[in-house]
């Protein structure tokens, strides 16, 4: 299930969603039956710019004794080629109760370039 929200853009006959400057999607992942599980995330991009994407989602921690919420990161890097490329990322422990904005699991994002996106899979691992 996923929220764009952000546009499609096609770009050589192929359909993307358009993730522009500074925003990002949201996916949740609410076919999984856990509350904590570790997924194996991989897309389709189109390699524009040199910043990263970056994959942002949290985890359930036992931090002095008390259970919280732990922001977590994964960044993928982008080298400005113009082709497309498939990124492939395991994000271990991932909560899945849609506790992030909006009631997501994680969030894709672009940072400083437009980020062009297809194919989001999501498996368990």
């Known amino acids: 299930d996923t929220d764009f929200f952000l546009g499609r853009k096609t770009v050589s006959g192929k359909e993307f969603y358009s ?19 570790d997924v194996k995330i ?3 991009y189109i390699d524009n710019g040199t910043d990263d994407i970056v994959i942002d ?8 004794g008390k259970n919280k919420i732990v922001n977590y ?25 849609n506790l992030k904005i909006m009631g997501t699991d ?3 994002k672009g ?7 297809k194919n989001i ?3 368990e691992k």
């Open 19 to 37: 993730i522009v400057n500074g925003n990002h999607m949201n996916v949740n992942i609410t076919s999984f039956e856990k509350e904590t599980v």
């Open 42 to 44: 991989t897309f389709d």
């Open 57 to 64: 989602y949290v985890k359930w921690e036992t931090v002095n």
């Open 73 to 97: 990161t994964e960044n993928i890097t982008r080298t400005n080629t113009g082709g497309m490329k498939t990124a492939t990322v395991t994000l271990s422990g991932i909560n899945a109760e």
């Open 106 to 108: 994680f969030t894709i």
């Open 111 to 117: 940072a400083e370039t437009d980020l062009l996106v």
């Open 121 to 123: 899979i999501v498996t």
